[in-house]
């Protein structure tokens, strides 16, 4: 079973910058889509971004895109989300989370079985 642990959360100011990063724990492995989701307080967990760690396409909420940058280290032993330009309504607990086996990679919450803890980002004005 996967176990993810998110890491790299904090308190920035708007237009500052953090890398989160999400890291398979113990001895399992990433499977086929790693994707971010963020959930603000009092409000429903939305999708960010994925990566498909086997064909490397990547997708985008509206909302992040030009602004977000998921990507995978070279050793493939973590997965990033550079987020710059960070705005206040960004501030969220942010979230890895990976596929199941046979799955493809998909906006859907439903699509992604294994989550980690995650993160705390908070975006002051």
């Known amino acids: 079973q996967v176990q993810l642990v998110e890491s790299g959360g904090g308190s920035v100011q708007a237009g500052g910058s953090l890398r989160l990063s999400c890291a398979t724990s113990?001895?399992?492995?990433?499977?086929?889509?790693v994707g971010w989701f963020r959930q603000p307080p009092g409000k429903e967990r939305d999708f960010v971004a994925f990566f498909n760690t086997i064909s490397g396409d990547t997708r985008y909420h509206a909302s992040v895109k030009g602004r977000f940058t998921i990507s995978q280290d070279n050793p493939k032993s973590s997965v990033y989300l550079q987020m710059d330009d960070l705005k206040p309504e960004d501030s969220a607990m942010y979230y890895c989370a990976t596929s199941a086996k046979g799955w493809g990679c998909s906006v859907l919450e439903s699509r992604f079985p294994f989550w980690g803890q995650g993160t705390q980002v908070t975006v002051s004005s």
């Open positions: 113990g001895h399992t492995d990433f499977n086929v889509c």
